[in-house]
């Protein structure tokens, strides 16, 4: 480099972390869970409500008693069915998803808010941050469009929110549903029938479960302190 001038480079860094031989026996991070559920009156065709709680049943049953898990359901209306539960409850949190019915319109961005204020709500440090959302993305109340749920999302997930979605029935709203995961930096899941259930459910905790440290941070040092910058 010439002193005096500036030099712009553009550097690609592959990062890899050393295997733990101990991985077994190495305690998971907890999960700090929200799950919103969409009851609109969309969800009452072709089971699809049926298939969103069995889906949410399956994650009580596969969280750990320590994980806190929140459930958030909305029609045009939003409310906290409940709210800082743990794993270790699912036996009566089982008879409140069960009893849940569908209602009015689909107020989509603003379940998908209430999930965010849970969570905000009780922060639980050295927790993992997940939202799960489960609809058809057939929205008419709240925000609309698509960007503008996006940009919601997005707004989320730069509080430290992982945002995975799961679109329900054949009918849901591609764009939106995989554009909720892309903007929560999550993964999309296809609720298509009750065979798939387990298998999804089962794959997309196992993503939050691989988790082994929350808040990460890179410092990268030049040569002779040259440059210095974190990530």
Same mark, same amino acid.
């Given at each position: 480099?010439?002193?005096?001038?500036?030099?712009?480079?553009?550097?690609?860094?592959?990062?890899?972390?050393?295997?733990?031989?101990?991985?077994?026996?190495?305690?998971?991070?907890?999960?700090?869970?929200?799950?919103?559920?969409?009851?609109?009156?969309?969800?009452?065709?072709?089971?699809?409500?049926?298939?969103?709680?069995?889906?949410?049943?399956?994650?009580?049953?596969?969280?750990?008693?320590?994980?806190?898990?929140?459930?958030?359901?909305?029609?045009?209306?939003?409310?906290?069915?409940?709210?800082?539960?743990?794993?270790?409850?699912?036996?009566?949190?089982?008879?409140?998803?069960? *009893? =849940?019915?569908?209602? &009015?319109?689909?107020?989509?961005?603003?379940?998908?808010? /209430?999930?965010?204020?849970?969570? +905000? !709500?009780?922060?639980?440090?050295?927790?993992?941050?997940?939202?799960?959302?489960?609809?058809? *993305? =057939?929205?008419?109340? &709240?925000?609309?469009?698509?960007?503008?749920?996006?940009? /919601?999302?997005?707004?989320?997930? +730069? !509080?430290?929110?992982?945002?995975?979605?799961?679109?329900?029935?054949?009918?849901?709203?591609? *764009?939106?549903?995989?554009?909720?995961?892309?903007?929560?930096?999550?993964?999309?899941?296809?609720?298509?029938?009750?065979?798939?259930?387990?298998?999804?459910?089962?794959?997309?905790?196992?993503?939050?479960?691989?988790?082994? *440290?929350?808040?990460?941070?890179?410092?990268?040092?030049?040569?002779?302190?040259?440059?210095?910058?974190?990530?």
């Amino acid at each position: 480099a010439v002193i005096g001038i500036m030099n712009a480079k553009r550097a690609r860094f592959e990062i890899e972390t050393k295997k733990n031989e101990n991985a077994a026996a190495t305690k998971r991070t907890p999960i700090n869970l929200a799950l919103v559920l969409d009851r609109s009156g969309s969800m009452d065709s072709n089971n699809k409500l049926e298939f969103a709680k069995q889906a949410i049943i399956s994650v009580l049953d596969l969280l750990h008693d320590d994980d806190v898990v929140h459930l958030a359901a909305y029609d045009d209306h939003v409310w906290n069915v409940f709210e800082d539960a743990h794993g270790s409850a699912r036996q009566v949190l089982y008879s409140v998803v069960r *009893g =849940l019915q569908t209602g &009015g319109q689909t107020n989509l961005s603003g379940g998908i808010e /209430a999930g965010a204020n849970l969570l +905000e !709500k009780y922060p639980y440090p050295g927790f993992s941050k997940r939202m799960f959302v489960l609809s058809d *993305g =057939l929205a008419n109340v &709240g925000l609309k469009k698509k960007e503008e749920i996006m940009k /919601a999302v997005t707004k989320y997930n +730069e !509080k430290g929110i992982i945002i995975d979605s799961f679109g329900v029935g054949e009918d849901f709203d591609e *764009g939106i549903m995989k554009g909720i995961a892309e903007a929560g930096r999550g993964q999309f899941f296809f609720l298509e029938s009750a065979d798939v259930i387990v298998s999804l459910i089962t794959k997309a905790l196992q993503s939050v479960f691989d988790v082994c *440290g929350t808040q990460a941070q890179l410092t990268i040092r030049g040569r002779n302190n040259a440059l210095s910058f974190s990530l």
